[in-house]
């Protein structure tokens, strides 16, 4: 059933859906090189949640944009667990080479407090694209 929003009244999925854009950020590690004709082989986004919730659907977007923007092969993977570090290890043990980005939400505040991570925000990562 289609409901009709009425103006200047945000409804919950709207809001929900600003939400994790404004949450949500594609980090690099800041080594990463990019030569003359990069890609050669697709990009993978690893997204720090399963799938379905907001941050995996911001990024599947994201992803998809990516691809369509600039005729990649962007493929979107989700590795969650331990409040993203399962995901920040993942991305970390791959070669700094750009194809292996991650897709984040609330970015390294609970990881490195909780202890999943050793990763260093300010040393190791990038950040590629920040929601308003």
């Given at each position: 059933?289609k409901t009709k929003q009425r103006s200047g009244i945000v409804n919950r999925r709207s809001f ?93 505040k609970f990881v490195r407090v909780m202890g999943h991570t050793k990763s260093k925000t300010w ?10």
């Amino acid at each position: 059933m289609k409901t009709k929003q009425r103006s200047g009244i945000v409804n919950r999925r709207s809001f929900l859906a600003g939400s994790a854009a404004a949450a949500s950020v594609l980090v690099i590690r800041p080594q990463d090189a990019r030569a003359a004709g990069w890609p050669e082989k697709p990009i993978t986004v690893v997204i720090m949640y399963a799938a379905g919730g907001g941050t995996d659907v911001v990024m599947r977007l994201i992803a998809q944009e990516m691809a369509k923007a600039k005729g990649w092969s962007v493929e979107p993977l989700n590795k969650p667990g331990a409040v993203g570090g399962i995901a920040t290890n993942y991305v970390l043990s791959q070669p700094a080479d750009g194809y292996t980005l991650l897709g984040a939400a609330n970015f390294n505040k609970f990881v490195r407090v909780m202890g999943h991570t050793k990763s260093k925000t300010w040393e190791d990562w990038t950040i590629m694209q920040g929601g308003a």
